[in-house]
């Protein structure tokens, strides 16, 4: 996707008191969780991603009315994290 496009989606997402974080590296976007490795996000459709070091894993944003992103949802075999942004 271009880089343009993935200017959108970096911010920090919280939820149940934890906090992580999108950024763009390079140009790519890569999910950052506090004492692990970062994970790198491969696209799979407009705002949906894979997990690259995560199998099975994949992480969706959602935008809200206005078109501004609200939530990133984490989904895994095991059910699914939704991160609401810090605005």
């Known amino acids: 996707l271009a880089l ?5 989606f970096p911010g ?3 939820a149940a008191g ?3 974080k ?3 590296k390079g140009n790519q976007l890569a999910l950052i ?3 692990q490795p970062s994970i790198d996000f491969l696209a799979e459709k407009p ?10 894993r994949s992480a969706e944003f959602v935008k ?3 078109g501004a992103v609200s939530e990133l ?5 095991h059910g699914q994290l939704d991160l609401r942004a810090q605005i």
Not at 4 to 8: A, H, I
Not at 47 to 56: I, V
Not at 73 to 77: A, F, M, N, R, V
């Open 18 to 20: 934890m906090s992580i």
């Open 73 to 77: 949802l984490l989904k895994s075999p």
């Open 12 to 14: 920090i997402f919280v």
């Open 33 to 35: 969780i506090p004492g």
């Open 4 to 8: 343009n496009y993935l200017k959108q």
């Open 22 to 24: 999108v950024e763009l």
């Open 47 to 56: 705002q949906s991603f894979a997990m690259k070091e995560a199998p099975g």
């Open 64 to 66: 809200d009315e206005s």
